[in-house]
């Protein structure tokens, strides 16, 4: 099994167990706090958020050349590139503290008529905690961008499983000797260093990295600077979409409120982690197929490959969503937490089709034609932004998710999708096949729908049996009219090997 395939099932087997942890971790972590100081971390975590976009896309762009000069096995160029981002690094580590001391006495007095003074002492801790934490993993990132441009997916998929393991034990046991909030960002931080030491160790004990700085050429680094000027802006973008909303609704209502928002922000970044598993495995892949040539027909298989099989576990988890939702919520984390449900389906509908089309966005970084895409996308964003000030002062959470979805669906089908195209991109090819796969889709819907009016499940047992009931019929009806060769494939041919491998040993 090569390595991009085993990152993948990787990926897949961490999004599971982060999905099962999540689920038992936040109502754990509920108990040790109140509903005011699980809002007010995340809505510190959402200010500190926009300082992660001071990696200023490094790490893609790394990855980006590194694979390139891999590709072309040009040691000098490799050496060269890893000491000069080193310096970039070392550079944005004193930016962030720097930026970081100033927002945290710019960023806190907009929360003083919606927090209490008690409040506002532990939001300046929690910042610092975590403020510190970027400002050591953002020049790790490089160490990271060495490691997946080596496709060691492995070792990257298997780290970021075990972090996602050991970091809500490390939490709850520091919660269970002080519930301080402060507890969740200290054993954040710690595990955060413990996946920083190992990635280090393993990019020079195992891949034997160097860096040596043969010389520094200041066209270099603006021709890098300007790549990852792009990626950064999307950053940007990606964390208003994500975080904006918290930080309007800790403003104008208060930290309940994002608790609240919180936890379908939550629900959304599982939702699409379902199509991100296999998206960093191919950023390599692909920069070496663009190093070698421009022809778009290899990109554009893996593109349609992967869109469909993305579509169709986003479609899944979406109507799983809508189906179970509520009764989920309840059990999760409380009858108090509802308004949440019509907040997700909002947002999981908005990022339906960007999600399901992000190869692309790899594409164009490959390709370098990252900029207007960049451009597109940031204005959405400052859209969005503005428009769930208006909204949240009309519908609270309610208008924050409505305008996030809106400006996504309509930038991404009208602008995007055209930018897409006019790159080569297969945007039609990618419509054709979803046009396919969706009158089964919304069958799926509509049986679903009709079966829990029937028959709603009242227990939690009956919660999980009936998840597991749709889940099985989903995938029946995907064999029977969706799945093409390739993706029946996919499940054949493990299955076939582990056959194959139980008949030789009983033999």
């Given at each position: ?269 599982m939702f699409r982690s379902f199509s991100g598993a296999i998206f960093h495995v191919f950023l390599p892949r692909l920069s070496a197929i663009a190093a070698c040539t421009e022809r778009m027909e290899e990109m554009n298989h893996i593109f349609i490959k992967i869109s469909r099989l993305q579509f169709m576990l986003l479609s899944l988890v979406l109507i799983g969503f809508i189906l179970y939702g509520k009764p ?180």
């Amino acid at each position: 099994m090569n390595q991009r395939k085993a990152g993948a099932i990787l990926s897949y087997l961490s999004l599971g167990i982060n999905s099962i942890v999540g689920i038992i971790y936040i109502p754990m972590l509920l108990w040790f706090l109140t509903k005011e100081e699980f809002g007010l971390y995340q809505l510190v975590g959402a200010a500190v958020g926009y300082l992660s976009t001071m990696d200023f896309g490094l790490s893609n762009t790394t990855t980006r050349y590194y694979s390139r000069y891999l590709a072309q096995k040009d040691t000098a160029a490799q050496e060269n590139l890893l000491a000069t981002c080193a310096i970039l690094y070392g550079g944005l580590a004193v930016l962030v503290f720097a930026v970081g001391a100033g927002l945290l006495f710019g960023f806190l007095p907009f929360y003083q008529n919606t927090l209490s003074a008690q409040e506002i002492v532990s939001a300046k801790y929690l910042f610092f905690i975590l403020l510190f934490n970027l400002a050591i993993s953002l020049p790790a990132n490089i160490f990271t961008a060495i490691v997946n441009s080596h496709e060691r997916f492995i070792f990257t998929k298997g780290l970021s499983l075990l972090n996602i393991i050991l970091q809500p034990i490390v939490i709850l046991l520091l919660l269970s000797r002080s519930p301080h909030v402060l507890m969740v960002a200290l054993g954040h931080t710690a595990c955060s260093i413990l996946v920083i030491c190992l990635t280090v160790w393993y990019s020079f004990a195992k891949l034997h990295v160097t860096f040596k700085l043969h010389t520094w050429s200041s066209a270099f680094v603006k021709e890098l600077l300007t790549y990852s000027f792009f990626i950064f802006l999307v950053m940007v973008v990606e964390i208003i979409y994500l975080k904006t909303g918290q930080l309007i609704l800790g403003a104008f209502i208060g930290t309940a409120a994002v608790a609240v928002y919180s936890v379908s922000v939550q629900i959304l970044m599982m939702f699409r982690s379902f199509s991100g598993a296999i998206f960093h495995v191919f950023l390599p892949r692909l920069s070496a197929i663009a190093a070698c040539t421009e022809r778009m027909e290899e990109m554009n298989h893996i593109f349609i490959k992967i869109s469909r099989l993305q579509f169709m576990l986003l479609s899944l988890v979406l109507i799983g969503f809508i189906l179970y939702g509520k009764p989920f919520l309840t059990l999760w984390v409380g009858a108090d937490f509802l308004p949440s449900y019509t907040y997700t389906i909002i947002l999981m509908l908005g990022y339906l089709f960007v999600s399901s089309q992000n190869m692309a966005v790899l594409i164009l970084q490959a390709k370098n034609k990252y900029a207007p895409y960049a451009y597109i996308y940031t204005i959405t964003g400052v859209v969005s932004l503005a428009l769930s000030v208006v909204l949240c002062k009309w519908w609270g959470g309610l208008g924050c998710a409505l305008a996030t979805a809106v400006c996504l669906g309509v930038g991404q089908l009208f602008a995007t999708d055209i930018y897409y195209a006019r790159q080569g991109i297969s945007v039609r090819g990618y419509f054709r096949n979803i046009g396919s796969m969706l009158p089964m889709i919304l069958v799926c819907l509509a049986i679903g729908l009709t079966a829990e009016y029937l028959y709603p499940p009242k227990t939690p047992v009956a919660l999980v049996g009936h998840g597991a009931a749709f889940c099985l019929f989903f995938f029946v009806i995907c064999w029977k009219f969706i799945f093409n060769t390739y993706e029946k494939n996919l499940i054949l041919q493990p299955l076939q090997k582990i056959f194959q491998k139980g008949i030789a040993h009983v033999k």
